[in-house]
């Protein structure tokens, strides 16, 4: 068996791209991922094991907008280490004038789950969560995301 040690990025194709930059240019440093590529067809964040990258799309899709239903990416999740981290995010969120699809709250998906959800200027839905121990991993529990997934 291989074992991964982690995910190492995710690039997003988006239709505002300078848009899309401010916005993760606030967000992701407060996620501790720092911009180590900044140009005006890629920018690139790393920090936290993880990679979160940004592209402009074709030019004939300039103004569309992502719809979260079709297929491929549904959402992106960035672990917080604790609650206050959580809600600290939801205030930063505030500050940038962000769309906050859903306020920091408990979710059924494990114990302890605390999340927050946004989206970024394209509509991208962006989770930033807090679970405590092992989550769905922890002894006797059960993941089974029901309609609450579809958020």
């Not at 911009?35 to 993880?50: A, P």
């Not at 079709?70 to 205030?91: P, Q």
């Amino acid at each position: 068996m291989i074992e991964v040690n982690g995910m190492a990025h995710v690039i997003l194709t988006v239709s505002r791209y300078e848009e899309a930059k401010g916005f993760y240019s606030r967000l992701m440093p407060a996620l501790g991922l720092e911009c180590v590529f900044d140009g005006s067809n890629m920018c690139y964040f790393v920090g936290g094991r993880t990679a979160l990258g940004l592209q402009p799309c074709k030019p004939e899709h300039t103004g569309e907008r992502f719809v979260q239903g079709r297929v491929g990416l549904h959402h992106i999740c960035f672990r917080a280490r604790s609650r206050e981290d959580v809600d600290k995010v939801e205030t930063l969120l505030g500050q940038m004038g962000a769309h906050i699809v859903s306020p920091a709250k408990e979710g059924p998906w494990a114990p302890g789950y605390y999340y927050v959800l946004c989206e970024d200027p394209d509509g991208i839905r962006i989770e930033v969560n807090f679970v405590p121990g092992q989550g769905v991993l922890a002894e006797g529990t059960e993941f089974n995301p029901g309609d609450d997934w579809k958020r």
